[in-house]
């Protein structure tokens, strides 16, 4: 069967494997009720019905919760497929829309790729040059996201399935694990002195901080309703996160740990990055197929760019440009945020949920979660250059001096 778009930040990866449903009473939708139980904890309906899929599509997203292990009979998945896809089927009326410098880490020479895959559970390291397999580490369940250290020697893995975070040494691929994250851990950031890794916890709307000369965690800041997304200043004094089902971006002061602002954005922020002179957020709104530009320091919305559907990544450009991968548009497109347009777009095989530009904007690697490949786009042709498999369902990559 072929494989759809992310469920994660569909049903919630951390209810993918929820506790078995308590019985119901009587109810006039016994689909609605059901999805409010096994999947309300993490999502409001409003991100489904953004979707607008058929009824096959919600009823591979509905198996693949299943396969994850979430105990649902197949009466059950079928009412809820049903309720989706009568209520959020690409027939109903969509409800009226609310009217620089090199990349960050983009430092020296690129030896290494590193691919981490939900499926497979593992981190694959791949040599830039010939794209063989360097080594492939083991980790915890349902991996999602990467944070490299600023010296390159630790990558740390967010373990949706396992609420944990791996430690990768890169040098040796070796790896332990580190406890302390809410539920559902999804993306990490970490400080530009390498001290502390900020960890977004989709399923318990909030933010860990993990002091790492101790591997412990020491702070939890609530934040929007399933953050994802999260990016720290260069100045490391402020971490900004997305939050998906809140159309929001948390602004937590480093020094307090603590919320200082709150910016509205377009619906389904998934990514947020940072411009290098920390003046300017990006944000890809997957949902609204937007990418967003914030003014950092007034906190407001500049602008947001129609591009491609469901963006789910980006890398910033040395002039001050935006590639974004645009998941169920299959393409990459590089985006003018100040002229507000799209400058190229480049179309790809299957579903692109990565990106990592080389420093000399000459490459771009894209993750395809869809065929479990690995492209390397020549960004002056504007095409495909080559096609490296790799493990199931590579989810995120990055570049490793």
């Known amino acids: 069967m072929r494989r759809s778009a992310p469920l994660r930040h569909l049903l919630g990866a951390g209810l993918a494997l929820a506790l078995a449903l308590p019985p119901f009473g009587a109810a006039a939708d016994e689909g609605e009720r059901l999805f409010t139980r096994s999947c309300g904890i993490c999502h409001s309906l409003d991100r489904p019905r953004s979707k607008r899929w058929d009824e096959a599509k919600w009823r591979e997203a509905v198996e693949r919760m299943r396969s994850y292990g979430a105990q649902i009979s197949p009466e059950q998945a079928g009412e809820i497929v049903e309720f989706l896809a009568r ?16 990349a960050p880490g983009a430092v020296g020479a690129v030896a290494r790729a590193a691919v981490v895959h939900e499926d497979s559970g593992d981190v694959w390291v791949l040599d830039t040059t010939s794209g063989d397999v360097l080594g492939k580490v083991k980790v915890g369940k349902l991996p999602h996201g990467l944070a490299v250290s600023p010296d390159g020697r630790t990558l740390y893995v967010t373990n949706m399935g396992s609420d944990d ?16 994250t809410g539920r559902n851990p999804h993306e990490a950031a970490v400080s530009p002195d ?24 020491v702070a939890r800041i609530r934040v929007g309703r ?7 200043a260069p100045d490391g004094k402020a971490v900004y996160v997305a939050n998906m089902d809140s159309a929001s971006i ?24 940072v411009s290098p002179d920390g003046t300017r957020l990006f944000v890809v709104a997957a949902d609204a197929d937007r990418l967003v530009v914030i003014d950092a320091r ?28 645009a998941a169920a548009g299959k393409t990459v497109e590089l985006v ?10 480049i179309p790809l095989p299957g579903h692109p949920h990565d ?24 960004t002056g042709g504007g095409a495909v250059t080559t096609a490296i498999p790799v493990g199931q369902r590579p989810h995120l990559i990055r570049l490793l001096p």
């Open 165 to 180: 975070i791996t430690v990768i040494d890169l040098a040796r691929l070796t790896a332990s694990r580190m406890g302390g």
């Open 194 to 217: 390498g001290r502390f890794l900020y960890v977004s916890n989709a399923s318990s709307a909030s933010v860990t901080v993990h002091d790492m000369a101790r591997h412990a965690s």
């Open 298 to 325: 007034r906190r407001e919305v500049l602008r947001a760019i129609p591009v491609g559907k469901e963006p789910y990544a980006m890398a910033l450009t040395a002039d001050g440009g935006v590639w974004v991968a």
């Open 250 to 273: 948390s602004v937590i002061d480093t020094r307090t740990h603590r919320v200082v602002a709150t910016i509205k954005t377009p619906a389904g922020p998934h990514r947020v990055e």
């Open 355 to 378: 990106v990592a530009l080389t420093p000399d904007g000459t490459t771009l690697w894209v993750a395809d979660v869809d065929r479990n490949r690995v492209y390397l786009v020549d």
């Open 87 to 102: 209520t959020a089927g690409p027939t109903v009326p969509e409800a009226g829309s609310a009217p620089v410098a090199a």
């Open 226 to 232: 399933f953050p994802h997304g999260i990016a720290i």
């Open 336 to 345: 003018d945020p100040q002229a507000g347009v799209v400058n190229q777009r």
